[in-house]
T-cell receptor
Framework: AQTVTQSQPEMSVQEAETVTLSCTYDTSESDYYLFWYKQPPSRQMILVIRQEAYKQQNATENRFSVNFQKAAKSFSLKISDSQLGDAAMYFCAYSIDSGGGADGLTFGKGTHLIIQP | EADIYQTPRYLVIGTGKKITLECSQTMGHDKMYWYQQDPGMELHLIHYSYGVNSTEKGDLSSESTVSRIRTEHFPLTLESARPSHTSQYLC??????????????FGPGTRLTVL
């Protein structure tokens, strides 16, 4: 079974600084997808960024980028120029491409990100 | 935000009651999912559906049941609610198209409390 591990229950960063959230996963598959989701307090879970395992290039979305190390099974999220609105729970997630699209996501336990003004 | 809706947002109910949590999406997505998010925030898949008349159980065993009679609608039912069912329930949907990254879009969740 696939597992996703987020070893940082909570992280704190000063506004405008850079923070990196860690994620490792375990799988025997060669094709899969990795995601970072953000869940603000009492708000909807939204996708931050995604990475296809067959792509060597790291995904970026504005201030968000990932460091995908396939051999090490590591998938960290870097948030540059942190803003107060970035405060949320961040979940790393894994899914396998079953040909009919991904089945359910396997989530890590989440990292609570605090932004200090 | 994605066009996926859940009602009610909050529900407090007594033990033994039957409840149905509603989930609807207007994106025409074939695949829909139910996740249970415990107080420690960890999420677990409890049900999913590939399309109309298709339902499957997820990784986490659940006493709830689901149905998929219409593409846009994926309700979850608890026949007899118990305090152990207290949790947040998140519904999600995705295109399910082969060969594409299958991004899941989430609803706002239903926070259920069983007394």
């Amino acid at each position: 079974a696939q597992t996703v591990t987020q070893s940082q229950p909570e992280m704190s960063v000063q506004e405008a600084e850079t923070v990196t959230l860690s994620c490792t996963y375990d799988t025997s598959e060669s094709d899969y997808y990795l995601f970072w989701y953000k869940q603000p307090p009492s708000r909807q879970m939204i996708l931050v960024i995604r990475q296809e395992a067959y792509k060597q290039q790291n995904a970026t979305e504005n201030r968000f980028s990932v460091n995908f190390q396939k051999a090490a099974k590591s998938f960290s999220l870097k948030i540059s120029d942190s803003q107060l609105g970035d405060a949320a729970m961040y979940f790393c997630a894994y899914s396998i491409d079953s040909g009919g699209g991904a089945d359910g996501l396997t989530f890590g336990k989440g990292t609570h990100l605090i932004i200090q003004p | 935000e994605a066009d996926i809706y859940q009602t009610p947002r909050y529900l407090v109910i007594g033990t033994g009651k039957k409840i149905t949590l509603e989930c609807s999406q207007t994106m025409g997505h074939d695949k829909m999912y139910w996740y249970q998010q415990d107080p420690g925030m960890e999420l677990h898949l409890i049900h999913y559906s590939y399309g109309v008349n298709s339902t499957e159980k997820g990784d986490l065993s659940s006493e709830s049941t689901v149905s998929r009679i219409r593409t846009e609608h994926f309700p979850l039912t608890l026949e007899s609610a118990r305090p152990s069912h207290t949790s947040q329930y998140l519904c999600a949907s995705s295109t399910g198209l082969a060969g594409l990254t299958d991004t899941q879009y989430f609803g706002p969740g239903t926070r259920l409390t069983v007394l």
